[in-house]
Every structure is written in structure tokens, then in C-alpha cells.
Nanobody, 115 residues
Framework: QVQLVESGGGLVQAGGSTRLTCRVS????????MGWYRQAPGKKRELVVT???????TYADSVRGRFTVARDTERPTLYLFMDRVKPEDTAVYYC?????????WGQGTQVTVSS
């Protein structure tokens, strides 16, 4: 089974940028879809972006045009480039992956945007 480990984020000023990284360890031969989700305090976990191999990513309306996902299929590693961040982007960000029929999640990384 694969494991996902997120890193990056932390405290960012509104209007600034940051990058999240999700590294995959283990037997990643069966990895398919990957994505980023986030959960703000008191709210449900929500989709940020999903990406399939050789396909155009699908972004949430709230981040489209500001966030960019990149996927290194050889390692594999998933990145989330967050630009022009807003206070409402404050959340724990989770990396997810489909390993065959199994949904795998990372432990999450906190992003806090100060106004």
C-alpha cells in the first residue's frame, strides 16, 4: 500500500504564494487519480483539484485561476502552487490518491492565510 506525505504551506500573507508537495512512497504502480482537498475549521472536506494521468485537471471554482496543480508521474509527486491566496483559503490541505480501488489520504498540512 502506498503512503502520502504532504509538506509545505504554513503561514502566508493574503495575496502571496506558497507551494504544497505530496510525495508518494511504497508500491505506486497502481496509482491513478490524484488530488488535493481541504478542510477549514467547522466545515466539511472539499475538493480543491483532481488530476488524472494525461488529462486536464478539474479545479474548484473557488481556486480556479489562482491555484495550479502539477504532477510528476515518474516519482510520483503531486504539487499545488497557490497564488493570490485569500484568508478563506485557510484550511488543512490533504493529498489523495487512488491506488487501484483504494482511496489513500495523507495526514494533511496546514495553510493559514493572514489578512
Amino acid at each position: 500500500q502506498v503512503q502520502l506525505v504532504e509538506s509545505g504551506g504554513g503561514l502566508v500573507q493574503a495575496g502571496g504564494s506558497t507551494r504544497l508537495t505530496c510525495r508518494v512512497s511504497g508500491n505506486f504502480a497502481g496509482i491513478g487519480d490524484m488530488g488535493w482537498y481541504r478542510q477549514a475549521p467547522g466545515k466539511k472536506r472539499e475538493l480543491v483539484v483532481t488530476t488524472r494521468r494525461d488529462a486536464i485537471p478539474t479545479y474548484a471554482d473557488s481556486v480556479r485561476g489562482r491555484f495550479t496543480v502539477a504532477r510528476d508521474t515518474e516519482r510520483p509527486t503531486l504539487y499545488l502552487f497557490m497564488d493570490r491566496v485569500k484568508p478563506e483559503d485557510t484550511a488543512v490541505y490533504y493529498c489523495s490518491a487512488k491506488d487501484g480501488s483504494l482511496d489513500v489520504w495523507g495526514q494533511g498540512t496546514q495553510v493559514t492565510v493572514s489578512s
